[in-house]
């Protein structure tokens, strides 16, 4: 027989034989399918999706969601992240395992290649990435069930919860955090309640950066509000790109806030020293805090620990109304019933000073 022609039977034969293993391959894979119980959740934003009833391997596609994951005791079922994740100091302490998870998102994109290399039950991702048709079907070509995980208020935030214990099969916690939210919500409101209106501060409520602040609609603008703060950003013509919201200089100082909150290291001591800033009678009274931070900042718009966010803000800025809430046991009791984790007294100061509490973006793998 010619050479060229066996040479080429050998290559049909080959081709051949893979196309009947990748064919058995997806059959097994159908019928694995089929047999596996389900369940039905509604995302965020009101998919519903078919979702393993037992679900063992989870990818945290979104910060937040990876915080969630471990509140409700299933951390170590986390086996792919998002950078944020591996720069959070003390989940590190509280679950080590996530810095051995790989990292399957960065510039805002998945990367499908590391995903599918953990195989995860489900894969848990924030709006911009649910939304987008490109990321959509990197997800959908592979047969990964995808939830949608967002929230712009408390009780999005605390219906995210919910659905996060359903995934996961520990709904009694996720109640029993979204129950310890309404205690401390009223808590705070019956002392806010009486607070004579004038003596309430005006508050100008920095996230991130100086002049990105909270929307009217933004949980950041809820929050402060409870905790008995006149959000001052509610009175300023704020320029939107994508989910940020951001003012200027001039309407700060118009406003002028007589407490300024922030929730990035540096930005606190940035608005003391610069001239521009001086006028403004927070800087004046030294009234500028800078929030704490545990697992994530105090407070911020993915924060799931905004539910110690008021009463530390009550208590710092009306001490004198609030004298029986004790912000130090509040803290050390949330992290014990919800995370399992004893914070120290060196832990629970450093937390508390908001200080060095993250890694870089440089400092993780």
């Not at 990818?59 to 994951?69: E, K, L, P, Q, R």
């Not at 399957?104 to 195989?119: Q, R």
């Not at 048709?133 to 999005?156: A, C, M, T």
Request: charged share 25%.
């Amino acid at each position: 027989m010619n050479f060229f022609i066996l040479k080429k039977y050998k290559i049909v034969s080959i081709i051949l034989i893979l196309i009947i293993t990748i064919t058995g391959c997806s059959q097994v894979n159908h019928d694995k399918n089929k047999d596996i119980e389900t369940h039905i959740i509604v995302d965020s934003i009101g998919r519903s999706v078919e979702v393993p009833t037992n679900v063992e391997r989870i990818a945290c596609m979104y910060t937040v969601s990876g915080h969630i994951v471990t509140m409700l005791g299933e951390g170590d079922k986390i086996v792919a992240v998002t950078n944020g994740l591996k720069r959070d100091k003390l989940l590190h302490k509280i679950n080590p395992s996530i810095l051995d998870t790989v990292t399957a998102k960065s510039s805002g994109s998945i990367n499908i290649e590391e995903l599918i290399k953990v195989n995860p039950d489900i894969v848990l991702v924030d709006r911009v990435i649910g939304t987008n048709q490109k990321e959509k079907e990197k997800l959908e070509k592979f047969n990964i069930p995808y939830l949608i995980v967002d929230f712009h208020s408390i009780e999005e935030q605390q219906y995210l919860v919910e659905m996060i214990g359903k995934v996961v099969g520990n709904e009694e916690k996720a109640t029993e955090f979204n129950n310890f939210y309404d205690e401390i919500i009223n808590s705070v409101r019956n002392i806010t309640n009486t607070i004579p209106d004038e003596k309430k501060f005006k508050v100008y409520h920095s996230v991130n950066e100086v002049l990105r602040t909270d929307s009217s609609d933004s949980l950041g603008m809820e929050w402060t509000t409870i905790a008995g703060c006149k959000n001052i950003s509610k009175d300023m013509n704020l320029e939107a790109e994508a989910d940020d919201y951001y003012t200027n200089v001039e309407q700060i100082l118009l406003l002028n806030p007589e407490v300024i909150l922030v929730n990035e290291q540096g930005v606190d001591e940035y608005i003391k020293t610069q001239p521009m800033f001086s006028p403004i009678d927070a800087v004046v009274n030294d009234r500028i805090y800078l929030l704490p931070v545990g697992i994530s900042r105090w407070g911020h718009t993915t924060s799931i620990e905004t539910v110690l966010a008021i009463p530390y803000t009550v208590k710092k800025l009306y001490p004198d109304y609030a004298e029986n809430i004790d912000v130090e046991k509040i803290t050390k009791d949330f992290y014990q019933n919800f995370f399992n984790y004893s914070l120290s007294e060196d832990e629970l100061n450093h937390l508390m000073s908001g200080k060095d509490m993250r890694l870089g973006k440089d400092e993780t793998n």
